[in-house]
């Protein structure tokens, strides 16, 4: 304190006041401006009224209290007139490049270091942030945006819910701005959705919301499908999952015609389990609450469509979210129960707490047969294995074509939402037996959950695949049969353990933006 009180001084000498410790903090007003800094220079000044003799004064309030534009780091500071708060955000060194670079480097530092910024600005109880033109305007946006996000829908105070806090941008590259804006907005809406309670985000509710949210879109149609329309579809692994619920299934389905007459070029399926016991195959007590989010999957497809749809892109898109919840009664699957796919594969149901993929087969193969999609993408919270092998950083992606993959890689790259390729084999189809039935929905192995879950999946996308005996066995990373499929394991991003950056503690609503990036490049250039 006593060291910024100083380095107050040096800033108010200049305009010849003089103030107390306790003037300094009363009577700040509560604006504040985030302004970059590249080594010792500031970036973005242009945008503000800040005089040249102002920002040198920021400057040495920077100085004085060690602050060097450490990239991705923030120091907030008072302007001279004491009339705002100025969060100082790190933008690296400029002998090495750091900003100037257009790479994903350059963008996610704009990106962590904006959300830094805004974040001290918000523990100083600012009611409004103005951010200055800084390089990435799409990041900045985003850093922002995804900074503010805080859920206090149950909160009964007023003090413990917060003020709002409103953002606006400065100069120009206002497209990029929105786009970031819509993008960081998408990724709150998936947030929301999975950080609502349980007893509150049903799947009737789910879909509800789902409705509300895309209402008014252009080129946007919605239906959700009730218990008995699934029955007409022979949807036996929805049926099988949900029977153990009171709460009734939905299957929500989403089109969007960002490219007019034409076939859809791209499909989207979300698990949708709202909550997830596990079933008989009980789940342990310990962190059982996160399973609010085990529908993180269709979480993030809704929230992707909406984007989508608000930003005009020119792409047909289907999205699908299978409803429903894994509990336990007296009408709950039993281990060793059998049912009938909608693609007419039977299923020995080996583990309860196996059941996201009961309802994706489904929703999968009701995609590939009436949309055929060009591209197929499902996002899951699906294996315990995939967080073990990836932790909470990377989302793992099992896909059989290599081009696919590299618009994945590419898309994770441009939305700085990491993501790794893992293999596919038919080893892992072998693993998949049953005694009597077609599949087993777990591998007989206690190894490769997540490799033989996405093999299990396979089998409702391009057909069923046994695998002899005496077969030679080979690896599926060199196919590029119609629809090219990926399969995006998303257990381990779904929920962040601790605040920083523009990441906050609970569920992230991880990986919105890389699905929206990649309906983007795939209207840019089609994979044909």
Known sequence: MQLLLKTAGVLLRGSHRSFSAGQTLREAAKRG???????NKLVGAESTSLSAAQQQALL?????????????KAQAVLSDDLQQHIALVGLGAEEAGAIAAQDTTASEIVRTAVANGVRQLCARKVSSVDIAHLPHAQAAAEGARLALYKFNEFKSSAD???ADVTVTALGE??????AGRIAADAQNLARDLMNTPANYMTPTAFAARAKHELAGLEGVTVRAHDRQWAEQQRMGGLLTVSKGSSEPLQFLEIEYRGAGAGGVSLGLVGKGVTFDTGGYSLKPGRHMDAMKGDMGGGATVVAAMRALAQLRVPLNVVAVV??????????????SDV?????????????????????LADALHYVSDVHKPETLVDVATLTGAMVVALGERYTGVFT??????????????????????MPLHDCWDAMLTSPVADLSNIGNRSEAGACTAAAFLRQFVHGRRS?????????????????????????GPMEAASTSGYHSKGMSGRPTRLLIALAQDLARERLD
């Not at 299978?322 to 281990?335: D, T």
């Open 60 to 72: 040495a309030q920077a100085a004085a209290l060690g602050f060097k534009g450490e990239a991705g």
């Open 400 to 421: 059989p074509s290599s081009r696919l993959w590299q618009r994945i890689e590419r898309a994770s790259q441009a939305a700085d939402e990491p993501a790794w390729r």
């Open 467 to 491: 695998v002899g005996d005496n077969a030679v066995m080979r690896d599926q990373n060199n196919d590029e049969a119609l629809p090219r499929w990926a399969h995006l394991d998303i257990a």
């Open 339 to 359: 049912y009938t796919s909608r693609a007419g594969l039977t299923v020995e149901v080996m583990n309860t707490d196996a059941e996201g993929r009961l309802i």
């Open 173 to 178: 590259k206002r497209a990029e701005w929105d």
């Open 33 to 39: 401006l985030v302004l970059g800094m590249l080594s």
């Open 160 to 162: 413990a819910k917060g």
């Open 322 to 335: 299978p409803l429903c919840e894994n509990m336990i009664s007296g009408g709950a699957a039993k281990v």
